[in-house]
């Protein structure tokens, strides 16, 4: 087992950094919420805006898959994708390939 680290020595520090900048965030929101007088008037019922999880995860899936198939057509339209290299590979190199070459 080799003990070299898999990430850069600074990511801990850097990671800390935040986590710090995270806390100190709250500790502030947290002195903003307090500073602000509580209302008198009660305030009704907030009903959520109906968002289903379903439809946005289809439509977020759908995107990602659109523009995938658009990037790989645009690839393989280009000849860069590697699949016009199969004809190429040889598994058997016993056999003599027929590439047209003779």
Known sequence: MRSEFRFPKTTVALMTIIF???IVAIEKAKAISESIPPSSTPV???HPEYVGVIPAFLIATGSACLIGLVGWALVFALRRSGIHRFSAV???PSRPTTLGLK
């Open 44 to 46: 009704g019922p907030i």
């Open 90 to 92: 040889n598994p058997d």
């Open 20 to 22: 710090i900048a995270v």
